[in-house]
Structures are given as C-alpha cells and as structure tokens.
C-alpha cells in the first residue's frame, strides 16, 4: 500500500511539474523602446484624447498579476538602445513588462508628469493573435507649445507613431514614423 502511495505521490509531482511550464509559456514578455529620429523635423500628429487610456490597464499602478513589470536587469534591448543613444537618438520610454495573450488586453505606458491627463510621453500596445501574433501600437510625444517657441491654437503638439504589425516570436522589430521609431521584442 505505501509503495502505491508513494508512487501516486510521484506521479502528481510530476504531472505538476509537466503542467507548470505549460502555464509560464502562456506568459509573454514585452519590450519597448520608444525613441526620436535625429535631426527629423517635427511631425505633428492628432493628439491623445483625454481618456486615451480608458480601456487600458495601467503598467504603473495595475494590481492584476498577470501584467507586470520586470526588473530592468532582464532587459533585452539595452545594447540597442545604448547605440541608439550613441547616434544621438533620444529615448523617450524603455519599458518591458510580462503579460497573457489576451486579445482584448491593452497595456497604457507614460512617462513625466500629466498636464491635464496629458503625459510627455504616452501610449496603448496590445498584443492579439489569430493566425500571427499581433502587435498594435499607439505612442504620443506630446510637448508644450511655449517649449518649441511656437504660436498654436493648442497648448500642446503631439507627434503620434501608429501602426499594427505581424511579429514572430524572439525577433527584434523595428518600428518607423518620420520623426519617431520604436523597437519592440515579444518573447516567451
């Protein structure tokens, strides 16, 4: 009888073992560089609405734990952006983050302080899958007006990079709108 025990003891460990990386792989890990073009004249773009994160979870502040932010010693684009830097390109955000694929799931990244709901940097990815896996992409620059020296009928001027992409897994993909850019990596 102890032997019988002892090996459905065994078998449990190990189907628990088996089922336990099954549910890490469902976890994907996000990385963003979001960064401006050198010498690129400003482009401006249709500026966030103020609720632009109204259907987002919030990286900084969300309790859910299946959206988090890693530590920054896991980052998988440092070198890239460090010879960004280098070629005077200027980060705006770098930021990674673990997540399920979740089709209705946006994540809401920021930088700086709000100026009524509006950040210096902000912006939506979502991940979705049908027959790829999907990349979608809202990210503002948003300056104040008096910091360009211009005369605008706005407070503020937002450059905007939009775009939705087919990714594969563990590759390095570039992202390009005339004065911004953005590196992105998914893995598992």
């Known amino acids: 009888m102890k032997q019988l025990s002892n090996a459905l003891g065994l ?8 089922v336990a990386p099954l549910a890490q792989a469902e ?5 963003v560089v979001f960064f401006g073009q050198p010498s690129a004249p400003l482009v ?15 990286l900084a502040s969300t309790a859910r734990p299946d959206v988090r932010s890693i530590d920054k010693t896991r980052y998988r684009l440092d070198e890239q952006a460090r010879k960004l830097e280098q070629s005077g390109y200027q980060i705006y955000l770098h930021q990674a983050w673990t997540q399920p694929l979740d ?14 709901g509006i950040y210096p940097v902000q912006g939506l990815v979502r991940l979705s899958q ?6 979608q992409v809202a990210f503002w620059r948003n300056r104040p007006t008096a910091e360009l020296g211009l005369q605008a009928a706005t407070s503020v001027i937002s450059e905007q990079l939009h775009q939705t992409r087919a990714l594969r897994v563990n590759e390095v993909h570039y992202l390009d709108h005339q004065s911004l850019g953005m590196l992105v990596t998914i893995s598992r």
């Open 103 to 116: 089709n209705d799931l946006v994540v809401a990244l920021h930088r700086g302080q709000a100026d009524n």
């Open 11 to 18: 078998l449990l460990l190990s189907t628990l073992l088996a």
């Open 44 to 58: 401006q773009g249709t500026p966030p609405d103020l609720d632009w994160d109204a259907n987002a979870i919030d």
């Open 130 to 135: 049908d027959n790829l896996t999907e990349l």
């Open 27 to 31: 976890d994907y890990l996000v990385e």
